[in-house]
């Protein structure tokens, strides 16, 4: 194990967000929290990426079900560990278990250093962490009814199947690289998991409640040894600038849920 | 409150009404009997009923265990008057229960809804757990007699485990550790407080409250046009809440109130009475 590795273990990682942990939320239809809990678009967009016209909240809140997404899958690495008998199974769930959590601190990172707040828990988030709930819920309402076999078997789909939808969704997602900034990456995501060959993520999709897959690589991601990630500490104004600069250059995903909150076709960085 | 307020006033006078006996003599004077929102202008169309829930990220605790505490008052109360309602022989008693005991569920409804549906059931329970040990924490803080006082200690140990325990199944079938989602201690313990003032003040200022779909707003007691349509079929062949005041009245000159305190803080409409229809 590298230094590297040894150092993201050494990470901490929120595993449940909470008011004591500073667990903030948009309040939005039927959700509410206290005015200083309260997350608005309009302190996304002056925390990250501020003047570039990208739809910030999309973003932060992508980046928050990433970590909804993470922190769900620990738990049910945690779980599916302490109900299975198979040796192979545990030791893979461990395994697992551990980067799980390696990808919770390096997602807090990421976030952090774009000028985010980690604990941030977007209304994609809570959806994501429902999901992840109910996906463990199945197998453990029913682990008295079943035999040994079938609840291990329960288990381990419950861990394969959003390893499959993460494939399905990053299949998806390569007519996009064309469409995004293409911005210098962002200084920690040369530290993210694709750095490390073991880790590396093929799908560029987000990962799903689960999957033992890294992150996705952002597709404009250049060598580990590209001059942007051996120039030093990050900055923050460094990546506001390169983040507009991309975004003048590029155009959004899409009108709703992409990357542009101004439509399919930004004009004026067309113009 | 107002809304429970009224019901004390009510149940005060079918009290006095039936048994010829004064709710001072049960309750003392620490709190005040009198018209609070009046009980016909309490029914809601469902589509009033439902408040916006906190989020389980953001939440202050005390929140929750506020929350969660009134939940169980409501619905302890909602099932004690649909339980108990049925024993009266006076039919103005039993319609008094019954009507009342409709509100109760409103409110059950209505604070249920604060709850975070996200929320999943172990961490639900953790926090019943949490919030009985709150609660026997906060009597065995205040209790003043020795041998109730013994009795909250035992159930305080009690609960602890009991939290232990779904901590532990917390764990074994969400992989969540509860320490991390319990505050470090214990809230502040709730305490009992003197009530009038407050009471009045809430009275003045928010009586003539209403709901609005999913919010509570100053509407001078102006209802929502699906509430109005409800208030008339449930109010319309009258109600058993105000004919036990209208029944007082006829017999000894007057409604029974204990307003140790002064006039009743909003004089400028009869509150004895409401908007709701009459028998």
Known sequence: MSTTETDRTAMPATLLETAATGGRTMPISMTVTEPARACTEEQLEHAMFPGAGLNVAFIAGTLSGFLAHERAGACLYRVAREHSDNPMLTGKYEEFGRETIEHIAIYEELVTDLGGDPHYVSPAARMIEQQGAKLLEGPVSLAGSVGLVSLETAFLEAVVSPSTSATTTGSCLPASPPTCPTKPPPPCVPRSPASNPKRTNTSAGPPTPGSSSPPPTPPTRPPEDSPDSSNGPPTRSRMRSASAGAAGARRPVDAHGGFHRHGLIDDAAER | ?279
């Open chain 2, 1 to 279: 409150l107002l809304e429970d307020f009224d019901h004390l006033y009510r149940y005060a006078n079918l009290l006095d009404l039936t048994k010829r006996k004064k709710a001072e003599a049960i309750i003392g004077t620490v709190t005040e009997i009198m018209p609070g929102r009046p009980n016909p202008d309490e029914f809601r169309h469902p589509d009033d009923d439902l408040r916006r829930h906190y989020d389980k990220h953001s939440v202050d605790p005390r929140s929750r265990l506020h929350v969660m505490t009134l939940v169980a008052a409501e619905q302890q109360t909602m099932n004690y008057y649909m339980n108990a309602g049925n024993i009266p022989v006076d039919p103005v008693a039993r319609g008094l229960y019954l009507e009342i005991a409709m509100i109760e569920e409103q409110h059950v409804t209505q604070y249920e809804s604060l709850l975070d549906p996200l929320e999943t059931w172990f961490e639900q329970w953790l926090h019943h757990e949490y919030l009985e040990v709150w609660l026997y924490h906060s009597f065995v803080e205040q209790e003043t007699d020795p041998r109730v006082k013994a009795i909250w200690e035992p159930h305080l140990s009690m609960e602890i485990e009991q939290l232990k325990e779904a901590a532990r199944l917390l764990a074994r079938y969400e992989g969540k550790d509860a320490a991390a989602l319990l505050p470090a201690t214990l809230p502040p313990a709730m305490t009992f407080e003197p009530n009038k003032d407050y009471v009045r003040r809430v009275l003045a200022e928010q009586v003539g409250h209403r709901v609005d779909a999913l919010d509570i707003v100053d509407a001078d007691g102006k209802v929502t046009k699906q509430t109005k349509a409800y208030q008339s079929v449930v109010n319309g062949d009258g109600n058993y809440t105000q004919d036990v005041i209208d029944m007082h009245s006829e017999r000894f000159g007057s409604d029974y109130r204990l307003q140790t305190d002064g006039a009743h803080p909003v004089d400028h409409r009869d509150m004895a009475t409401s908007n709701g229809g009459h028998r």
